[in-house]
């Protein structure tokens, strides 16, 4: 079955940097739709960074010009750089894959940002 991993959460201080990743099995890894979320606590979920289907690369406002998200096909892994961290951005990071009309979720991972 479908398999998500994150990985690479933890605590930092504001304006560090974290690198997340998510390890794929059990599904196609090539022109799958995958994303990043987050839920901030006592928040909703909300998209944080996707890559389509067909490669194109869609950043929440809210982060656009702070994080980087890329597909690694050798590891199967879809990554999340993030910049310049803020104590907002505190929240559980998820990895998504949409794959014929399913969602999946990973675990999540935690990343706290202190001030």
């Known amino acids: 079955q479908v398999q998500l991993v994150e990985s690479g959460g933890g605590l930092v201080q504001a304006g560090a940097t974290l690198r997340l990743s998510c390890a794929v099995s059990?599904?196609?890894?090539?022109?799958?739709?995958m994303g990043w979320y987050r839920q901030p606590p006592g928040k909703q979920r909300e998209l944080v960074a996707r890559?389509?289907?067909?490669?194109?690369?869609d950043y929440a406002d809210t982060m656009k010009g702070r994080c980087t998200i890329s597909r690694d096909y050798a590891q199967r892994t879809v990554d999340l750089q993030l910049n310049s961290l803020k104590p907002e951005d505190t929240a559980v990071y998820y990895c998504?894959?949409?794959?014929?009309?399913?969602?999946?979720w990973g675990q999540g991972t935690q990343v706290t940002v202190s001030s």
């Open positions: 998504q894959l949409t794959l014929d009309g399913y969602v999946y």
């Open positions: 059990g599904s196609p890894f090539r022109s799958v739709a």
């Open positions: 890559i389509t289907d067909d490669e194109s690369i």
